[in-house]
């Protein structure tokens, strides 16, 4: 049985998937990462393929861009096809002073400007939260690597372009504390939560707020190896 925006079949997907926001990314950590990789999804070219990592199954499919993107692909992977780990693998804006361009972050809970859970909560605001278990074997597996990550909060926007004195700034969130600035967390830890399994998102810092840089192309590469060597041991 397929769904509107995926035509994998039940028992297709692993338990454990990779959730970079880039379909392109989930086919280059297929090809790059994986044995006997096999495509499950090319609906709206989200494409999504499971393989081996070590023996173990895992798959890796794209979210798009954005909560609602996010919130329909995971809906979906939990609804449908059983799954029981969502590994965000993404990238992130630094909204604190010390946090540096390649720094990995481990989203321990998501802050959000969208009204996704005002709604569904009548008013009331959700904490969508990672998985503890994740969290912790993902900092402790970083720590094995000699990386030591961020852990906190961090903030899942509605909009990447603002206009001055148009929104809330960023510094808003800075000064309660949020990391960094990215799109999907909070909607795919409220899905998780939702279904009873478990959401970490590790993420990059691929530009500052603070300091105004930005990752060049050649070096995303370097920076998302890291991420991914810290993700695929949860699996
Ligand atoms: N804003 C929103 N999402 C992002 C950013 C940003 O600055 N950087 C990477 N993902």
């Avoid at 895992?58 to 954005?66: D, I, K, N």
Wanted: aromatic share 10%; net charge negative.
């Amino acid at each position: 049985m397929a769904t509107p925006h995926n035509r994998a079949n039940p028992g297709d997907i692993a338990e454990t998937i990779l959730l970079p926001g880039d379909p392109l990314r989930a086919k280059f950590i297929a090809e790059h990462y994986l044995e006997d990789a096999v495509l499950f999804n090319d609906v709206r070219n989200m494409f999504g393929y499971t393989g081996y990592w070590n023996g173990v199954r895992v798959s890796t499919m794209g979210t798009g861009m954005g909560i609602p993107s996010i919130s329909i692909y995971t809906e979906e992977l939990c609804r449908f096809y059983g799954v029981k780990k969502l590994i965000r693998v993404g990238s992130c804006g630094a909204m604190q002073p010390d946090i540096k361009l390649y720094d990995i972050i481990l989203a321990m809970s998501a802050c959000t400007d969208s009204s996704i859970n005002n709604y569904r909560f009548d008013g009331g605001s959700y904490a969508p939260t990672a998985s503890f278990d994740l969290l912790y074997r993902a900092y402790e597996h970083a720590g094995s690597l000699g990386i030591t990550p961020h852990v906190g909060t961090v903030t899942s926007s509605d909009t990447f372009y603002t206009i001055d004195g148009e929104d809330i700034s960023w510094q808003q969130w800075a000064a309660y504390g949020s990391l960094a600035v990215e799109m999907e967390s909070a909607g795919l830890y409220t899905t998780a939560a939702r279904h009873g399994v478990q959401a970490l998102s590790i993420l990059t810092v691929s530009d500052s707020l603070v300091h105004g840089q930005e990752v060049s192309s050649e070096e995303r590469e370097k920076a998302f190896t890291t991420m991914m060597e810290i993700a695929l041991q949860l699996a």
